[in-house]
């Protein structure tokens, strides 16, 4: 059974930066695609970016572009989120996920994510 547990959220300023952190472990890391999820206050989960379990291949929702960043580690079990000029509008709960299968071609289907962390709460204050 996979474990994922995030951390680095927290409070900052609009335009600000935080990077998330996410440990995987109870699975062979290295061959599982990866991805970020967020979910605002009364509004659906959304799909943020995701890392393929080669790591040549990221997507990322449009609303991001150009300040998020997604990478791995794979010597660390780890999946990072870089984000940059963050926006009052960034402000959810932020989960990682792991893909249900190794070497999957669909990563960028979000009925492939069936493993969770707890999630890490980002606040963007205007």
């Known amino acids: 059974q996979a474990q994922l547990v995030e951390s680095g959220g927290g409070l900052v300023q609009a335009g600000g930066s935080l990077r998330l952190s996410c440990v995987v472990s109870?699975?062979?890391?290295?061959?599982?695609?990866m991805g970020w999820f967020r979910q605002a206050p009364g509004k659906e989960r959304e799909f943020v970016a995701a890392?393929?379990?080669?790591?040549?291949?990221?997507y990322y929702v449009d609303s991001v572009k150009g300040r998020f960043t997604i990478s791995r580690d794979n010597a660390k079990n780890t999946v990072y989120l870089q984000m940059n000029s963050l926006k009052p509008e960034d402000t959810a709960v932020y989960y990682c996920?792991?893909?249900?299968?190794?070497?999957?071609?669909?990563?960028?289907?979000?009925?492939?994510?069936?493993?969770w962390g707890q999630g890490t709460q980002v606040t963007v204050s205007s």
């Open positions: 890392i393929g379990w080669s790591a040549a291949n990221t």
């Open positions: 109870g699975l062979t890391f290295s061959h599982y695609s």
């Open positions: 996920a792991t893909t249900y299968r190794p070497y999957t071609s669909n990563w960028l289907d979000e009925g492939e994510y069936n493993y």
